[in-house]
C-alpha cells in the first residue's frame, strides 16, 4: 500500500519542478519531498502570550529544539526569539516518504509594553515548550499637568 500511495505524490512533485520557478516558491511550504531534506526552510512556531498578575508569559512550542539552539534577546522592546529545528536522519539508512513537519530556522519577535522590567526577564523550556517570564514594573502615572487657558 505504501508504495501506491508514493506514486501520485512523486508524479505531483513533477507537477511542482516545473511551475515553481515561474512563482517563485513552494507551493507546500509545510511539506519536505526527502529530495529536499538538506534544504533550509523557515517556520513560525505557534506563540501565546499570557498576562498574569506580576508577569507576561510567552509560550512558544519548540519541539524537538534543544535549548543550546534557541536564542532570546531584547531589541528596542522587541523580544525575539529565534532558533533552529534540526531533521535528524541518516540519509544512508532511512527511507523517509513524508515530512510534514517544519525544520530550519525560526525567528518569533513580540513588542513588549513599557512596563516590563527587561533585566529580569527568563526562559525555561520543558516538555517542547519554551516559556518566557517577562516581568511587569510598577505602573508610572504620569503626573497630572494643569493648563492654563489664555
Known sequence: MLGRELFPMKAFEG??????????????????????LDAATE????ADIIERQGEFLVKAELPEVRKEDVR?????????????RKLKVDEKQDTV????????????????????????????CADGV?????????AV???PVEITVQ
Open 15 to 36: 507537477y511542482l519542478d516545473r511551475f515553481e520557478p515561474m512563482f517563485g516558491g513552494d507551493f507546500l511550504p509545510r511539506i519536505a519531498w526527502p529530495r529536499r
Open 141 to 143: 502615572m504620569p503626573k
Open 43 to 46: 517556520w513560525r512556531p505557534n
Open 72 to 84: 532570546i534577546d531584547v531589541v528596542d522592546g522587541l523580544l525575539r526569539i529565534r532558533g533552529e
Open 97 to 124: 516518504h513524508r515530512v510534514e513537519t517544519f525544520y530550519g530556522k525560526f525567528v518569533r519577535t513580540f513588542a513588549l509594553p513599557d512596563n516590563v522590567d527587561v533585566g529580569k526577564i527568563r526562559a525555561e
Open 130 to 138: 519554551l516559556t518566557v517570564h517577562v516581568p511587569k514594573t510598577a
